[in-house]
């Protein structure tokens, strides 16, 4: 039975990863610093404070497998130095303690490590990374941390990722479709790569074990892309409403975007941000959850 540490396991994606991987059969030891929901199948540890000086040796010991998710959100307000600090150098200080002691460290990066919040084309592992911000620079610094340490390694980037109770873009998405009145977004056809967080979760299964993996680097994300009025459109369907979505003149658009403070907010809603799992795929792993179907299901979570 392969040991496997998680870490950031109260998280989005972390808590979702614990329970995945522990229905597989796995040994699961949860790292976490908020308290976890029981569960007879996992074994709860503290994780240390990464902001701090960790000490990651207590947390390693009889590990086969680190999967690291903890960091600070690209959503969570941060300065440069503590995402550096945390997303980085946390990470560095892991791959040190881990080297010689587990037989791989699958890191759990972003795609914002490559990418701004738009790119023109669609996005491969091939492409030189870009990263426009501090959030993708930490997790870039920590990529490039891993892939020079001596540790068996697997990188992971996945695009904007879809679970029930989510953060970021995609609650302030929710909390709009939400809203009991039609939304000005119709003509709104920047598209976006996304994954759901099952098939994240599975990802990260699928490279957990298999020696062709290691040293690679994979974006994750459903091979077909949404724009943004259809994720709109997906997210009211769960909530068992219509779309509700009526076209803004493309010029009324751009001039309210272009207004002091709205940049980020532009790139997001009037740029492509597509990215390809092609590499993944060749591999055998196979997203289940089309993101219109991935969306719904968030809508429908919300119902409760």
Request: avoid cysteine; proline fraction near 7%.
């Given at each position: 039975?392969?040991?496997?540490?998680?870490?950031?396991?109260?998280?989005?994606?972390?808590?979702?990863?614990?329970?995945?991987?522990?229905?597989?059969?796995?040994?699961?030891?949860?790292?976490?610093?908020?308290?976890?929901?029981?569960?007879?199948d996992v074994q709860p540890v503290t994780a240390p404070d990464l902001a701090g000086s960790?000490?990651?040796?207590p947390l390693l010991e009889g590990v086969d497998v680190v999967v690291h998710a903890a960091a600070i959100?690209?959503?969570?307000?941060?300065?440069?130095?503590?995402?550096?600090?945390?997303?980085?150098?946390?990470v560095a200080g892991l791959a040190?303690?881990?080297?010689?002691?587990?037989?791989r460290l699958i890191f759990l990066s972003s795609i914002r490590a490559q990418s701004g919040s738009c790119a023109a084309g669609t996005l491969t592992?091939?492409?030189e990374p870009r990263p426009s911000d501090a959030y993708g620079r930490a997790k870039l610094a920590a990529e490039q941390a891993l892939a020079g340490s001596h540790v068996p390694f697997v990188?992971?980037?996945?695009?904007?990722?879809?679970?029930?109770?989510?953060?970021?873009?995609?609650?302030?998405?929710?909390?709009?479709a939400g809203l009991k009145l039609p939304l000005p977004m119709g003509a709104f056809t920047a598209r976006r790569s996304l994954v759901d967080r099952e098939d994240l979760c599975a990802a990260i299964?699928?490279?957990?074990?298999?020696?062709?993996?290691?040293?690679?680097?994979?974006?994750?994300?459903?091979?077909?892309?949404?724009?943004?009025?259809?994720?709109?459109?997906?997210?009211?369907?769960?909530?068992?409403?219509?779309?509700?979505?009526?076209?803004?003149?493309?010029?009324?658009t751009r001039s309210a975007l272009s207004l002091p403070g709205m940049g980020e907010m532009r790139a997001k809603l009037l740029g492509?941000?597509?990215?390809?799992p092609a590499k993944l795929m060749k591999t055998g792993w196979e997203p289940r959850w089309a993101p219109r179907i991935a969306l719904a299901r968030i809508g429908a979570a919300a119902l409760g």
């Open positions: 039975m392969r040991r496997v540490l998680v870490t950031g396991a109260s998280g989005f994606i972390g808590r979702a990863l614990v329970g995945y991987l522990a229905e597989r059969g796995y040994a699961v030891r949860a790292a976490s610093r908020k308290p976890l929901v029981a569960r007879d960790p000490n990651w040796k959100a690209h959503a969570e307000a941060a300065d440069e130095a503590e995402l550096a600090l945390v997303n980085h150098r946390a040190e303690a881990a080297r010689g002691t587990v037989e592992e091939a492409d990188t992971v980037r996945p695009v904007l990722v879809a679970g029930a109770q989510p953060s970021g873009n995609l609650a302030a998405l929710l909390r709009l299964a699928h490279v957990l074990v298999d020696p062709a993996h290691l040293g690679e680097t994979y974006i994750a994300a459903h091979p077909e892309p949404i724009d943004i009025a259809a994720m709109l459109a997906a997210l009211r369907e769960g909530l068992n409403r219509g779309p509700g979505l009526f076209a803004v003149p493309a010029p009324l492509d941000l597509v990215a390809s």
